[in-house]
């Protein structure tokens, strides 16, 4: 069972260093998009491991904008054109952390050929506050100097809602997902053959949480779908980022039945990650 980590970072060479020492295994491979903003120059080292390839068509990566989209599009179509049959491609940050053992994430999936596994809500009936997402303006994927959210305000007032075409339907919720192989060369060649979409989520905000969702449930692949990204990650904060995790966390990630969680950052609490080496080695 082949299977592709790919993995979008910005920052923290040493910790994608463990994150990748720890996912390595027979038939697994690594593909990292390093934020175009971000000196590539301390990760490359990693590229001495066989099993780990850079993307080289790297995006400028701004935060709530369609550049996010853009690069993990790019990473996919690098990822495809090596020609190797993966079973599936795995989308990680580079501050996520597998809470199972390799041996029980690679049989999971080899159990589960074809699925494509992602946080899939309705956004007009179960993900409402996104509502806004879809049918207003905004130009966070814009790099203007001063006046964007007054240049929104003023947009969405002259012009009528944004509606997608075609009947297709606004689904989404969480970025990170693990789709086959057939899902992902799906997703590339939909965007190569309906320049709308891409034209439409580049005004949506945070277009990384509905983008890919929406093409595939649109798409012959929908009854693949499981509404489960396998990813346990704790909003409890409240706030746009998902709460660093941490030791007291630990019990719930002992009893969790994902297979990664997120986020984690060594500076603020290293004793966690030792803690998930030590139960899933």
């Keep these: 069972m082949k299977l592709a980590h790919l993995i979008l970072t910005h920052a923290n060479p040493d910790q994608l260093n463990r994150l990748i020492g720890k996912l390595m295994y027979a038939d697994a491979h690594f593909y990292v998009h390093v934020d175009l903003k971000t000196d590539i120059a301390p990760f490359l080292p990693l590229a001495k491991n066989g099993n780990v390839t850079f993307i080289s068509n790297r995006i ?85 100097p001063f006046g964007k959210y007054r240049a929104e ?38 965007v190569k053959k309906e320049p709308w979409v891409t034209k439409f989520f580049k005004y949506s905000w945070a277009a990384d949480e509905l983008f890919f969702q929406t093409i595939l449930f649109n798409s012959p692949l929908k009854d693949k779908i499981v509404n489960d990204n396998l990813v346990y990650i704790d909003w409890s904060g409240g706030g746009a980022s998902p709460k660093v995790l941490t030791m007291a966390d630990a019990p719930i990630l002992n009893a969790s039945d994902k297979l990664f969680a997120r986020k984690f950052n060594p500076d603020t609490d290293r004793a966690i990650l030792d803690y998930i080496d030590s139960i899933t080695s």
């Design 153 to 190: 305000q003023i947009i969405n007032a002259i012009l009528p809602e944004r509606k997608l075409p075609k009947g297709i339907v606004a689904m989404g919720r969480s970025q990170w997902f693990t789709a086959s192989r057939e899902a992902i060369a799906y997703i590339v060649e939909y």
């Design 60 to 144: 400028r990566v701004h935060w709530g904008g369609f550049s996010i989209v853009q690069a993990t599009i790019n990473s996919f179509e690098e990822i495809l054109k090596t020609g190797i049959d993966y079973d599936y491609i795995n989308l990680l940050s580079g501050q996520d952390y597998p809470i199972k053992s390799n041996k029980k994430i690679h049989r999971f999936f080899s159990e589960q050929p074809g699925k494509i596994f992602m946080h899939s809500l309705s956004v007009e009936n179960e993900w409402t506050e996104a509502i806004p997402r879809i049918k207003k303006y905004h130009l966070a994927n814009l790099n203007l």
